[in-house]
């Protein structure tokens, strides 16, 4: 039931677009509707209620993107009030450029991967013999350093842990479509022992952790991420120990 609420959780998390779309030109690029109407949401994503149509022959004003959704802005509708809202890629892509042809807008490509700021993902591997899964997001701080925040939750025979850390990572080459980097952290572990017989206190230490993985980018705005690390768990007690993970995961680029 826990890895099912927290499989739940991540998934959430991964869906949701709450983070900063992709900057556009300073003109907004200008689109007639074609079809007999243009749905705006009030946020990028299926979940967000309509709030306004645009009816055929009006012109929209394409602000920017965030993955499949468009951010839009309607000057004058019938009752003379500005619009803004977003639009799905699947209705933007029939509407009319200028000259009057279809705008034919692209999909996230392999430029927009080595050009965007935010990743985030999920993965599922081995966390010393337990079954892990986490949650990461990301933002690129340079072309070769990323700073990123994870959590980790691991279900074992004996305890079940859950790990939250932050790290830099190092991808010396951001050109390749396979990438490899290498990552440093720190965070924190809480640990929770499964004992039925003998009652055992949960305890809570500090981590860190180096690791190496790659990136290779899938289509569109997926990644996929293999990933190795070691932690150092400082115990209170007299000797720290030592943790190996394996992962494996997508990402999607913002």
């Avoid at 050009?115 to 990461?136: C, K, P, Q, V």
């Avoid at 440093?184 to 230490?205: C, H, K, S």
């Avoid at 996929?224 to 932690?231: C, D, G, I, K, V």
């Amino acid at each position: 039931m826990r890895r099912a609420t927290f499989c739940q959780v991540l998934l959430t998390i991964s869906l949701l677009t709450i983070l900063p779309g992709t900057a556009t030109a300073d003109e907004p690029l200008i689109a007639t509707v074609a079809d007999p109407y243009l749905e705006m949401h009030s946020g990028p994503g299926r979940g967000y209620p309509i709030f306004h149509v645009v009816e055929k022959g009006e012109t929209v004003e394409i602000l920017k993107s965030r993955t499949d959704w468009f951010k839009v802005r309607v000057h004058q509708d019938i009752e003379g009030r500005e619009r803004i809202g977003w639009v799905h890629r699947s209705q933007m892509g029939r509407t009319l450029s200028p000259n009057g042809e279809l705008l034919g807008l692209q999909y996230a490509d392999f430029e927009d991967f080595k050009n965007s700021r935010w990743e985030m993902g999920i993965a599922a591997g081995d966390f010393e013999g337990a079954s892990s899964l986490n949650g990461h997001l990301g933002y690129r701080l340079t072309e070769n350093l990323t700073t990123e925040l994870r959590l980790t939750h691991a279900i074992g025979s004996f305890s079940d842990n859950t790990l939250a850390s932050i790290n830099i990572q190092n991808q010396p080459f951001p050109q390749w479509r396979v990438s490899p980097y290498f990552s440093l952290g720190a965070g924190v572990i809480r640990t929770q022992p499964n004992a039925t017989l003998v009652q055992v206190e949960d305890r809570t230490d500090s981590a860190l952790n180096v690791g190496i993985g790659a990136r290779a980018y899938i289509t569109r705005n997926m990644v996929l991420r293999a990933e190795y690390r070691s932690h150092v768990i400082l115990t209170s007690r007299d000797q720290n120990e030592e943790v190996k993970e394996w992962t494996l995961g997508i990402s999607i680029f913002y």
